[in-house]
């Protein structure tokens, strides 16, 4: 389920949406599927559906996509991912990822060393069928992402991982790239199986093998 001792795994894509519906219908065109796991987030005013997307190479790696709760009471903060300033009128997109670590504290003074705000970690959790999902999280207090969203917010499972209670969804993770991340961060994360350029690009490149065929997603800063 982790990363190897010192570095960090691929954990889930994060794709935002205006109302999760958007989020539903965009993943029925887009990838075939329609994603029926998922929760709310009571300490963001979020929800969400899932689904796994993990291979060999990305074990336990699962698909977000997240839009604000209506119905939730706004948070007193700013959420995370940048959902309260994100553009989202021209329909659901990738907006950034969640790399899995087991030595939280570790890396986020190591991103604090080489001149990133990687935020402070938070105790989150959403109810499952299955029972509750805990975690802890690093979000900056701004809510915004750095790297045009390529350097990935950091989580740490508490207990049981959400991916364990997924079924397969016809869909896998083939490859994930990042540019415009600097090398100095990239040592801090190790990340596995990410191919990170500290060269200006698109921050997020995600090609999946869909019911679709390949579908290559692409972020924009």
């Not at 087991?102 to 190591?110: A, P, S």
């Not at 917010?153 to 079924?167: D, K, N």
């Amino acid at each position: 389920m982790n990363a190897p001792v010192g570095g960090c795994a691929v954990d889930h894509l994060v794709v935002a949406a205006r109302t999760l519906d958007e989020g539903v219908a965009w993943c029925e065109a887009t990838l075939g599927i329609t994603p029926t796991a998922g929760g709310q987030h009571p300490l963001m005013g979020t929800h969400n559906r899932v689904f796994a997307i993990g291979s060999e190479a990305y074990p336990n790696a699962y698909f977000e996509i997240i839009a604000i709760d209506p119905d939730a009471p706004p948070p007193g903060r700013a959420r995370w991912f940048a959902l309260d300033e994100t553009d989202l009128s021209a329909g659901p997109r990738l907006v950034h990822w969640v790399a899995r670590s087991t030595q939280l504290d570790m890396h986020r003074w190591g991103l604090i060393t080489v001149g990133h705000a990687p935020g402070n970690p938070l105790a989150a959790s959403r109810e499952t069928p299955q029972g509750l999902l805990s975690w802890q999280i690093l979000v900056r207090d701004d809510g915004r992402l750095e790297c045009g969203g390529a350097l990935p917010t950091l989580i740490q499972w508490q207990g049981r991982h959400p991916a364990e209670a997924l079924p397969p969804s016809g869909l896998v993770l083939k490859s994930l790239a990042l540019a415009g991340v600097p090398a100095r961060s990239a040592t801090v994360l190790r990340l596995r199986g990410v191919a990170v350029s500290s060269a200006p690009g698109t921050p997020i490149t995600a090609v999946l093998q869909t019911p679709k065929g390949e579908v290559t997603l692409e972020s924009t800063r």
